[in-house]
C-alpha cells in the first residue's frame, strides 16, 4: 500500500511538473507575441492613416475639380466615377457625402499625381479638416493598441514570475488567478469603463443634459461585474464553472425579463 501511494505521489508531482512546464512555455510565446504586436500593429496602423493624411493634405492644397457621374447607390455608400486625361477612374464615400441619385452629376476634387484618390464636392478646406481628424484619431487609436497588448504583456510576465516563484499553476493556485484578475481589471478592463462612461458623459454636457444618469449607470455596472466575477471566481479556476453556471441561473431569467419589459415600453411608447 505504502508503495502504491508514493507511486502515485510521484505521478502527480510528473504530471504537476509537466503542466508547470508546457504553461512556462506558453506564457513566454505568448509574452514575445503581445509585446511584438504592441509595436508592430499601432506602427502599421499609424503608418496607414498618416499616408491617408498626408494625401488629404494634398489635396486640400493642390487638388483638381473634375465632374464625376454617380453609378450606384448600396450599402449606405454612394459610388461614383469620372475621366481623367482618358482613364475612368471609380471612387466611393458615405451617402451622406454624395446624396445623389443614380445618373446624377457632381462636382469633385482629385489628387492630381494619383487622380483615383478624390473627394466629392469643390470646397478643398473640407480635405484639410478630414486629414487633420485622421491625424487626431490616428494618435488615439496607436495609444488604446499599444496600451492593450502592452498590459497584455504585463499580465503574462507576472502569471510567469509566479509560476516560476511557486511552481503552481492556476489551477492549484487560486491566488495566482485572483492576482492576474485584479491585474486585467486595474490594466484593461477599468481604463475601457472609463472611456465609455467619459464618453456618454462628454455626449450629456454637450447636450447640457444631467450627468448623474451615467455616473449612476457607471457604480451600476461596475457593482454587477465585478460582484459577479469575484463571486465566480474568488475560490479559483477549478470551481469557476459550477459557481458560473449558478449566475446563469437567475441572470439569464433576468436579462429575458428586462428585454421583455423594454420591448413591451418602446412597443407602448411608439
Partial sequence: ?????????????????????????????????????????????????????????????????????VTARREGSTFYTYVVE?????????????????????????????PSFSRPGSNRSVAAAEAAANRSFAGKMVVGLFWFFA????????????????????????????TRLILTG??????????????HATDARDRSETSWPVVLGAVVALGVLGGTLFYVLRHGVAHASRRAARVLTWALPLVMAVAVVRALAWIVGR
Fill in 86 to 114: 482618358g482613364t475612368r477612374h471609380t471612387w466611393s464615400v458615405r451617402d451622406g457625402e454624395a446624396p445623389y441619385a443614380v445618373g446624377e452629376t457632381l462636382a469633385i476634387t482629385y489628387l492630381p499625381e494619383l
Fill in 186 to 199: 486595474v490594466l484593461l478592463v477599468a481604463p475601457m469603463l472609463a472611456l465609455v462612461f467619459g464618453w
Fill in 151 to 178: 498590459a497584455n504583456v504585463l499580465v503574462h510576465q507576472v502569471r510567469l514570475r509566479r509560476l516560476r516563484a511557486t511552481g503552481r499553476t492556476e489551477v492549484d493556485d487560486p491566488r495566482g488567478h485572483r
Fill in 1 to 69: 500500500m505504502a508503495d502504491e501511494e508514493l507511486t502515485d505521489g510521484a505521478h502527480h508531482a510528473a504530471t504537476s511538473d509537466g503542466r508547470v512546464e508546457v504553461l512556462e512555455r506558453s506564457l513566454r510565446r505568448w509574452s514575445l507575441a503581445l509585446a511584438l504586436l504592441a509595436v508592430l500593429l499601432p506602427g502599421a496602423l499609424y503608418g496607414l492613416f498618416h499616408r491617408q493624411a498626408r494625401r488629404l493634405d494634398a489635396l486640400a492644397d493642390h487638388g483638381q475639380l473634375a465632374e464625376a457621374t
